[in-house]
T-cell receptor, first 114, second 114 residues
Framework: AQKITQTQPGMFVQEKEAVTLDCTYDTSDQSYGLFWYKQPSSGEMIFLIYQGSYDEQNATEGRYSLNFQKARKSANLVISASQLGDSAMYFCAMRDAGTYKYIFGTGTRLKVLA | EAGVTQFPSHSVIEKGQTVTLRCDPISGHDNLYWYRRVMGKEIKFLLHFVKESKQDESGMPNNRFLAERTGGTYSTLKVQPAELEDSGVYFC????????????FGEGSRLTVL
């Protein structure tokens, strides 16, 4: 069965430093997508970054990058040069190519310290 | 362009009462999803519409939950009668593309059943 595991319920990072949020997944499919979403205090979930299972290069979007290690089934989110506005909940998600269903993890609450 | 909107943002009801949540997806998005997050747990899939048709309702907890999508536009999720364990945040999301199908979320409807 598909599963997303986020083992860090909460993280702190100093402003301007980099931080890695962990995500491991489990699927028996070969074709799938991995996503990260940010949920600020306003409640709306915001799409950050996507990695396809066949993508050979790690995805990057501005200060966000996805450290994709397929053999280890991990898809960690790296935020470089943290800003106070990065304080939020972060959710890792997965979708198998054959389904429309997205599976989410329990989330990691990130707090950026000034 | 308007985003996904959800109403109400917060609803407090007593056990046994009925509540109807509404979601207006982004115009033109054929795919509409309902998810639920119980405090501290993962975001769980409830169901998926393509236009007005239910594609997958495997995540609906039981027959107290009824979802509809009128004319392929807005969707409603009715809980009748509500139980204590129904408390949580109900998220609606929509997407346009089938793959990878980045989700656009609303701000969620927080349901508290007393």
């Amino acid at each position: 069965a598909q599963k997303i595991t986020q083992t860090q319920p909460g993280m702190f990072v100093q402003e301007k430093e980099a931080v890695t949020l962990d995500c491991t997944y489990d699927t028996s499919d070969q074709s799938y997508g991995l996503f990260w979403y940010k949920q600020p205090s306003s409640g709306e979930m915001i799409f950050l970054i996507y990695q396809g299972s066949y993508d050979e290069q790690n995805a990057t979007e501005g200060r966000y990058s996805l450290n994709f290690q397929k053999a280890r089934k991990s898809a960690n989110l790296v935020i470089s040069a943290s800003q106070l506005g990065d304080s939020a909940m972060y959710f890792c998600a997965m979708r198998d190519a054959g389904t429309y269903k997205y599976i989410f993890g329990t989330g990691t609450r990130l707090k950026v310290l000034a | 362009e308007a985003g996904v909107t959800q109403f109400p943002s917060h609803s407090v009801i007593e056990k046994g009462q009925t509540v109807t949540l509404r979601c207006d997806p982004i115009s033109g998005h054929d795919n509409l999803y309902w998810y639920r997050r119980v405090m501290g747990k993962e975001i769980k899939f409830l169901l998926h519409f393509v236009k007005e048709s239910k594609q997958d309702e495997s995540g609906m907890p039981n027959n107290r939950f009824l979802a509809e999508r009128t004319g392929g536009t807005y969707s409603t999720l009715k809980v009748q009668p509500a139980e204590l364990e129904d408390s949580g945040v109900y998220f609606c999301a929509s997407s346009q593309d089938m793959w990878p199908g980045e989700l656009f979320f609303g701000e969620g409807s927080r349901l508290t059943v007393l």
